[in-house]
């Protein structure tokens, strides 16, 4: 997958969580099936402010050529994605989600692996004339 597709869908996917987690944790956390309060509703609303800052830099660097930058980052995401899957697939497997939670195992899981793959150096084709 190229780059610029994979930091759109990120986009999307952060357009679609972030202001709900940021203007409507409990409705989203209740859809979920987890429990909320004055702890989840902090936590939920920093993570959707930290999704509207992913949102702008997927959107913003989608566009991005080789570079150091660009490399920092593909890192960047890598890590964030793979830190979160592990831990998302920990709370799903201990029960703290309901059956949706999969979907975020999935996503997070989906990113791991497309994040992972743009690490790894392409090879150029070459045309011998």
């Given amino acids: 997958m190229k780059f ?7 986009a999307i996917v952060c357009l679609g969580f972030g202001p709900l987690l940021l203007f409507f944790p409990e409705w989203l956390l209740n859809l979920l099936g987890t ?27 989608r566009n991005a ?26 709370i799903q ?4 989600l309901n059956y949706l939670g999969w979907g975020i195992v999935a996503v997070y899981l989906f990113f791991t692996i497309t994040f992972g793959y743009l690490l790894i150096p392409q090879k150029k084709l070459t045309v011998n004339a």
């Fill in 4 to 10: 610029k597709t994979v930091m759109i869908i990120k």
């Fill in 35 to 61: 429990s909320y309060g004055s702890g989840a509703a902090l936590t939920a609303r920093e993570y959707g402010a930290a999704l509207i800052g992913t949102l702008l830099l997927t959107w913003i660097g």
């Fill in 65 to 90: 050529g080789e570079s150091i930058a660009r490399r920092a980052i593909i890192w960047d995401l890598f890590i964030y994605d793979a830190i979160a899957f592990v831990v998302t697939l920990i």
């Fill in 93 to 96: 497997l201990s029960g703290g």
